[in-house]
């Protein structure tokens, strides 16, 4: 194992004991994982808003039914990934509708990809 990788093993070991053994480590812990959670959110955001951007005129180019099926396959598949947990919880049914929606949101985004590529 070279020194770098090495390095980053007893770094992340550092920070799981000093989680685990430090009064209040739990509460920081927390504290971080929310921080990563709202940063990766608010990167998927920026994505969202800088590839809206770059291909407006492309998305305005639509059919006005093409591009609700788009915005709500988006809105679908969002909306199912946030009730992920919920929907897995309550079992069999749930996983079914997690995959039902899941495929609707795929297929319908899938769709107007074909519509528009003219395949």
Known sequence: MNVAALRNVLIILGLAAVIAFVPGGGTAGSFVTTLLSVTFLATLAWFAAVFYRQNRIALLSL????????????A?????????????????????????????????????????RGI
Not at 63 to 74: D, F, K, M, N, Q
């Open 63 to 74: 059919e006005p039914r093409l591009r609700l099926l788009l915005y709500g396959s988006i």
């Open 76 to 116: 679908v598949g969002a909306l199912t990934a946030i009730a992920t947990r919920r929907l897995w919880d309550d079992g069999g049914v749930g996983v079914i509708l997690w995959f039902a929606l899941i495929g609707a949101a795929v297929f319908g985004i899938a769709t107007v990809y074909r519509v528009y």
